[in-house]
């Protein structure tokens, strides 16, 4: 007879904070891992953009070519290039190599708070308190953005991107998805201001976190209700709701100083971590192991689970 098959074992959680990044960089407004996980980009009030290992805690390079605070960054699928938005209403493509900014891009007409690569990093995507969504081809020469989408009522807080779909999330409490095959925009209505959108990992769910301090899980497809997790503080800032690497578990920034997850079906509150005594302003989280950076004022914490061992050479 044949035995059943072991029981994978429970995905752990980040439990146990590893290192603190003293950035020098003012408020660190967001932090983003990037596509392997190996590096992560830190993004300051004081007009910089920093690489790091953060595994190792080491500063790489630094970025300097805004005007004003940056807000978001994120790093090409090869690593090669950066894009990165802030409140000077630009949108700029680097070069990591070299630190030198290729392109800027000039179009919205308030504060740019967030930016992703399309899958293959030929397409930046950017999302602006004007309302818009735009969207930028970093390979051919020309200022203006290939698509703008414009549906959203109030501020864009978030984007992401997948294969062919760009989700947003307003602050007039709709989170949008745009399917580009098919020519289609779907439109969910939670009614608060969103602060931050993502897609879960394996693409069938969406999560929203709002300014009534409550995260939503949704079904892609039909925009039904799958869940509600509360008991974190999000209520003026603008905050980030990550998915864990196995999407067993919500995650949230938030005002009170930490960190909180929830069992993604349960419901139930499975962590909170103290992170510093002031608002996380935002969170990471690694694409395959069970490790979180969040940024609280100046700093970025690594955490990791418990079992987590550095090597010698890391310490």
């Known amino acids: 007879m044949a035995f059943p098959q072991p029981r994978p074992a429970r995905p752990e959680l980040p439990r ?154 307003s602050v007039d409490g709709r989170v949008r998805r745009y399917d580009l095959r098919a020519g289609q925009l779907y439109s969910d209505y939670i009614g608060s201001p969103i602060t931050s959108v993502c897609f879960s990992r394996d693409g069938q769910c969406l999560l929203a976190a709002s300014l009534d301090s409550t995260l939503r899980l949704l079904d892609k497809e039909t925009g039904e209700l799958l869940g509600e997790y509360t008991g974190h503080r999000s209520t003026a800032y603008r905050l980030d709701c990550v998915l864990s690497e196995q999407d067993t578990h919500v995650g949230s920034a938030s005002e009170d100083g930490q960190v909180y997850f929830w069992d993604l079906v349960e419901g139930s509150l499975a962590l909170s971590l103290a992170v510093g005594h002031s608002v996380v302003q935002s969170l990471a989280f690694h694409p395959s192991l069970p490790c979180l950076l969040a940024a609280t004022k100046g700093q970025v914490q690594l955490w990791r689970e418990e079992s987590f061992q550095p090597e010698e050479g890391d310490k």
């Open 16 to 169: 146990k904070r590893v290192r603190t990044l003293e950035c020098g960089q003012g408020a660190v407004r967001a932090v983003r891992f990037n596509a392997d996980g190996n590096y992560c980009l830190s993004c300051g009030s004081d007009k910089t953009l920093k690489l790091w290992n953060p595994h190792k805690g080491t500063a790489l390079r630094t970025y300097q070519g805004h005007g004003y605070e940056v807000l978001d960054a994120a790093g090409s699928f090869d690593n090669s290039r950066i894009c990165s938005c802030g409140a000077d209403r630009t949108v700029a493509l680097w070069d990591v190599a070299t630190g030198q900014v290729v392109r800027k891009y000039r179009g919205h007409a308030g504060k740019v708070n967030c930016v992703q690569f399309n899958e293959d990093s030929t397409v930046i995507v950017s999302g602006s308190i004007d309302s818009t969504v735009r969207c930028w081809d970093c390979r051919s020469r020309r200022p203006d953005p290939v698509q703008v989408l414009d549906e959203a009522k109030d501020g864009v807080s978030s984007v992401k991107v997948s294969d062919h779909e760009i989700l947003s999330g």
